[in-house]
């Protein structure tokens, strides 16, 4: 017995062919023992799976709840196929912020060391422990300036004795 005739036989027994392939199918069994020992087979089936089929009411009608699943699966569809909206949470912002914040202060610091932010004028240096060198400084034209005093400026030549020079 082929698939289609299985079904066929399965639809009989459950009142679900019309009347013209219904009788033709009545006339099969009554003649084809192997089609009879299917309807016995299925009747069988069916008598034992009955005890243990648990109700199920529906609140809505049948049309009703296929059409909310229907309504879900477009829903779904339509879901997926739109471009994904970034989910904005209080950590996004405050990272936005901090970031804009942290741009600023780094613009800040760079405008500071580009324009030189600090002591304008000239100022004189001198060297501690010694008065032998002194240092310029002009903050405004980036000048400086360095006297050193040597021994021959104060009399005393290194190469010449001391007592030589009075």
Avoid: C
């Amino acid at each position: 017995m082929n698939d289609e005739l299985q079904i066929k036989v399965q639809a009989f027994l459950d009142g679900e062919l019309p009347e013209a392939e219904a009788r033709e199918i009545g006339s099969l069994l009554a003649r084809d023992a192997d089609a009879a020992a299917m309807r016995a087979e299925l009747k069988h089936t069916r008598a034992a799976l009955v005890g243990f089929e648990r109700r199920i009411l529906v609140p809505e009608t049948r049309e009703f709840y296929f059409s909310k699943i229907q309504r879900e699966i477009e829903r779904e569809e339509a879901s997926a196929s739109a471009p994904a909206r970034p989910q904005h949470s209080i950590f996004s912002f405050w990272r936005r912020a901090l970031a804009v914040t942290g741009g600023v202060a780094a613009l800040a610091v760079a405008l500071l060391v580009v324009t030189n932010f600090g002591p304008r004028g000239a100022a004189l240096e001198v060297a501690l422990g010694s008065g032998e060198a002194f240092t310029y400084r002009n903050y405004e034209s980036g000048a400086t300036l360095v006297w050193l005093s040597y021994p021959a400026e104060n009399g005393l030549a290194e190469n010449q004795p001391a007592a030589t020079l009075q």
